[in-house]
């Protein structure tokens, strides 16, 4: 007996397509296939399923055994580099192997510590100072030297040249990166400054120049100021600097003086001390522009710019001896006079001692002028000072103007040549 098929309920067959569209079937349509076959396919399915969910257990724990065998094999350490640190994994034994397994290569003057075949463990601290190069310019002098220090004042420590007092191209705060930087210095220097009439000022500043070190005295200038040395000079320690402030004026004058010059022509047959004027000079007039250079407030120079003349002024001539006198003058004879200059003056008619008296015969520059003499009595001949003694022998009636000599050595010729003199005068008169 045939038994009667039942009719599967929506329920179970709307389970069975969900189960065939997993399976990337299509659902069967109402009659399309025998609703035993579909239950055949949705048992193939679950069985399936349960195995690719065996199979992912197994890639799971296969995975947490490698994570945990790869902890175990691996050494968890803490890598500084310039100051930043980082934690990683590594299974390298040596600090070297290490840096190798980050990529980080060393250059010649980078530092690291541990050295690099310190041992590595679990824990480990490898800390890493990358060399950049400090380019330094001090006061011109160009030097190079390698810091690991990432800012300019830590670098100059580092080289052991704070620099305290000097004034830097860049902050002391400034970073330095891995390329370096290029820092220019000024040293303090003592520097002295004359500041026009002022007094002197004795500073210790940061100046490679004179012009850096007016700027630090705050003093300024302009293009007809004098600055001595130039602005341009390199200054040192012990630098002198003098600032003269120079006005200059200008002034239309009319009916102005207008000085004559003077020509000065020279004569050998002259003594040095001899002058004598050939054409007297006179000032003349003109309308003028003058031109007055102050230093520092005191008037220097006065120039005539422009002009137009009232009245030529005339030039006055000199002539200047340019023979040098002797220093010596023993022309003698036999005479009293003679006589009496070696008693005076040893002989020499071109003695100056300093005493007032002057000459063979120790002439006072008063009694020598008062009887016609001109010049110095000692730059006179022998023959021009017996001319004038002769006057002044005449006038007192006797030798009574060189009374210490008379009176000794010289008294027989003396007395002779009174008596002499005496009776030729006599006789003459009458």
Aim: with cysteine; charged share 25%; aromatic share 6%.
């Amino acid at each position: 007996m045939t038994q009667a098929y039942e009719r599967p309920g929506a329920d179970s067959r709307a389970a069975t397509r969900r189960a065939l569209d997993e399976l990337g079937q299509a659902a069967p349509q109402p009659g399309e296939y025998e609703h035993g076959r579909c239950v055949t396919h949705a048992i193939r399915f679950l069985n399936r399923k349960r195995t690719i969910g065996v199979l992912v257990a197994v890639i799971v724990a296969a995975l947490a055994a490698t994570g945990i065998g790869y902890v175990a094999m691996t050494n968890q350490v803490t890598l500084s580099l310039d100051g930043q640190a980082t934690t990683v994994r590594t299974m390298g034994d040596t600090v070297g192997e290490v840096l190798d397994s980050q990529d980080i290569t060393l250059g010649e003057h980078d530092v690291v510590a541990p050295d690099l075949d310190a041992a590595v463990t679990d824990g480990t601290r490898i800390a890493v100072r990358f060399a950049r190069p400090l380019d330094l310019t001090v006061d011109g002098q160009e030097q190079r030297h390698w810091v690991t220090a990432t800012d300019v004042a830590t670098a100059l420590e580092q080289i052991g040249r704070r620099y305290d007092s000097a004034a830097l191209s860049v902050s002391r705060s400034a970073r330095i990166d891995r390329d370096g930087i290029d820092l220019d210095v000024i040293t303090a220097k003592r520097i002295t400054l004359v500041d026009g009439e002022e007094a002197k000022i004795t500073r210790s500043i940061p100046a490679l120049t004179v012009s850096q070190a007016l700027d630090s005295f705050g003093v300024r200038i302009d293009g007809d100021d004098i600055v001595e040395p130039g602005l341009g000079t390199v200054v040192e320690s012990g630098a002198k600097i003098k600032v003269t402030y120079v006005r200059i004026a200008t002034k239309r004058v009319k009916n102005a003086v207008w000085e004559h010059r003077t020509i000065k022509r020279t004569d050998d047959a002259m003594y040095t001390d001899e002058s004598k004027t050939l054409q007297a000079g006179a000032d003349g007039r003109r309308n003028a522009v003058i031109k007055r250079v102050f230093h520092n407030g005191k008037l220097v120079d006065t120039q005539v710019r422009t002009a137009k003349a009232i009245q030529r002024p005339v030039a006055e001539i000199i002539v200047v001896g340019t023979k040098k006198r002797p220093s010596t003058n023993y022309a003698g004879g036999n005479t009293v006079w003679d006589a009496l200059a070696r008693c005076e003056s040893g002989g020499n008619w071109a003695i100056n001692t300093g005493n007032g008296y002057y000459g063979g015969l120790q002439f006072s520059l008063g009694t020598w002028r008062a009887y016609g003499g001109t010049g110095m009595p000692h730059h006179a001949s022998r023959e021009t000072q017996i001319a004038i003694a002769t006057k002044v022998r005449n006038a007192a009636g006797g030798y009574g103007a060189w009374p210490g000599c008379a009176a000794n050595g010289v008294a027989a010729l003396v007395a002779g040549h009174i008596c002499h003199w005496t009776c030729d005068s006599l006789s003459n008169v009458s």
